[in-house]
């Protein structure tokens, strides 16, 4: 059973860096850098520092982990892992596809996961043993749906640039038994697998900070989520990533991974 204090926390600590983040989003200081990702990397390191005090006051014998700022006391038995934007090259682009990330993992094990987007006000909550739970004045529900083959699939994947020479080829083999592929969304489109919209991500090169909050929200709605052989994500992952809504469609991926 999670603490709920670790819930409240990062709900709390998600409104903190949306406060933070919203107010650049579209901003004439973002539109007049013309590509430069400074001011984004600006509001991901002052998010990021808002975080790292607020939990670290809140809970002084936990570990934090995060992109702009590295490791806290890794070896303590929870560990924090955050990323306050994820899905800069959205963000810089002004599409509302982007998302902060706060994980929780005991002892390497994900047990608590929040996906929050600033700007559209949704946040998906997955608590070990408890569920997932999705807040949104836009509508949708918690349901990912039946999908055992790729062949009827909706497979998503940020960016085909992100696989090296070897990985290309083997995810080539997925997406083209895939019924459809839709690109970009980086945290976004994990979130859409348990409102059952899409059924499976495929990505690779992802650090601790990009998947350790979607593994709770996905396997919390009755989905899966592992590397490409198909075991759980660890800090010694590679990064390769599998998620799905439908565990029947877990061995398909993995076998056209290999």
């Not at 006000?121 to 997932?132: D, I, L, N």
Request: charged share 25%; with cysteine.
């Amino acid at each position: 059973m999670i603490d709920p204090r670790f819930v409240e926390a990062a709900e709390s600590a998600a409104d903190l860096a949306g406060g933070i983040i919203r107010p650049l989003f579209r901003s004439a200081l973002l539109v007049e850098a013309k590509g430069d990702a400074s001011p984004v990397t600006e509001a991901d390191r002052a998010a990021e520092r808002a975080l790292r005090a607020f939990l670290g006051e809140r809970f002084p014998t936990h570990g934090i982990m995060g992109e702009e700022y590295g490791t806290e006391r890794g070896d303590a038995e929870y560990l924090w892992v955050l990323d306050p934007i994820d899905g800069t090259r959205a963000f810089l682009t002004g599409r509302p596809l982007f998302g902060t990330l706060i994980g929780l993992l005991h002892r390497g094990e994900p047990v608590l996961g929040l996906i929050d987007q600033p700007v559209t006000r949704e946040r998906w909550v997955g608590v070990a043993g408890q569920g997932t739970t999705f807040r949104s004045p836009l509508g949708g529900t918690i349901g990912p749906r039946a999908c055992e083959s790729l062949s009827v699939a909706e497979l998503s994947c940020t960016s085909p640039d992100m696989f090296p020479p070897g990985e290309a080829e083997r995810f080539e083999t997925v997406r083209n038994a895939a019924r459809r592929v839709t690109w970009g969304g980086d945290c976004y489109g994990y979130g859409l697998i348990p409102l059952g919209l899409l059924d499976a991500v495929v990505e690779t090169t992802l650090k601790p900070w990009d998947w350790a909050a979607l593994v709770p929200v996905v396997e919390g709605a009755g989905g899966r989520m592992t590397d490409w052989r198909g075991q759980p994500l660890t800090l010694e992952s590679r990064g390769d990533v599998i998620a799905v809504g439908d565990p029947a469609l877990l061995p398909e991926i993995v076998g056209l991974l290999r």
